[in-house]
């Protein structure tokens, strides 16, 4: 079975950093796509960062550009994301999610239980 | 960025009958012939889980009540006949463009 497991999530003070991890296994983790989704306290979601399965292309959302960067060590079947200059708006439950591509498209099929960040002074 | 909207914010259904979600994107999610649209489905406590991917294709392992349609700018989750089960909050998503973006959520009771 498709396992994803996240830690890492606390609380930080606005300026901080911060870095999560997500353990995979249960399917050949160098060969996906993988994303960082995030929750926040009401509800919204909203997609933070993707990395190619080689970990050679990175992508992100003008909210977290320059402040997150999304990594992956597929030696050790682990995907990464460190925070830095993190504001309040940042608090969410963040999840890993397995990406799958379909058409000319991927969508998130596979999502783990999540670790939380809570940003506050 | 492509802003969905999903409608209504929540809704109660009674046992049995159908459930009808709708999610409007403010620009075409189609590409060469595929909708880009996803749903999911979130119960208290749990992640999103993936129902339909591409507007219409039936995630493996999702029962056969759970269907979805559209193109362009305007999609539809149907669920029939519902179950006690389906009590959830179900989100619409788009990966046809960059930044992917979600829907807002529909809260789903059943009666």
């Known amino acids: 079975d498709v396992k994803l497991v996240e830690s890492g999530g606390g609380l930080v003070k606005p300026g901080g950093s911060l870095k999560l991890s997500c353990a995979a296994s249960g399917f050949t983790f160098s060969s996906y796509t993988m994303s960082w989704v995030r929750q926040t306290p009401e509800k919204r979601l909203e997609w933070v960062a993707t990395?190619?399965?080689?970990?050679?292309?990175?992508y992100y959302p003008d909210s977290v550009k320059g402040r997150f960067t999304i990594s992956r060590d597929n030696a050790k079947n682990t995907l990464y994301l460190q925070m830095s200059s993190l504001k309040s708006e940042d608090t969410a439950m963040y999840y890993c999610?397995?990406?799958?591509?379909?058409?000319?498209?991927?969508?998130?099929?596979?999502w783990g239980q999540g670790t939380t960040l809570t940003v506050s002074s | 960025d492509i802003v969905l909207t999903q409608s209504p914010a929540s809704l109660a259904v009674s046992l049995g009958q159908r459930a009808t979600i709708s999610c409007k994107a403010s620009q075409s999610v189609d590409y060469d012939g595929d909708s880009y649209m996803n749903w999911y489905q979130q119960k208290p406590g749990q992640p999103p889980k993936l129902l339909i991917y591409?507007?219409?294709n039936l995630e493996s392992g999702i029962p056969a009540r759970f269907s979805g349609s559209g193109s362009g700018t305007d999609f539809t989750l149907n669920i029939h006949p519902v179950e006690e089960e389906d009590a959830a909050t179900y989100y619409c998503?788009?990966?046809?463009?960059?930044?992917?973006?979600f829907g807002g959520g529909t809260k789903l009771e059943i009666k």
């Open positions: 591409a507007a219409s």
């Open positions: 999610t397995r990406d799958y591509y379909y058409g000319s498209r991927y969508y998130f099929d596979c």
């Open positions: 990395i190619s399965s080689a970990g050679s292309y990175t």
């Open positions: 998503q788009q990966s046809n463009e960059d930044p992917y973006t």
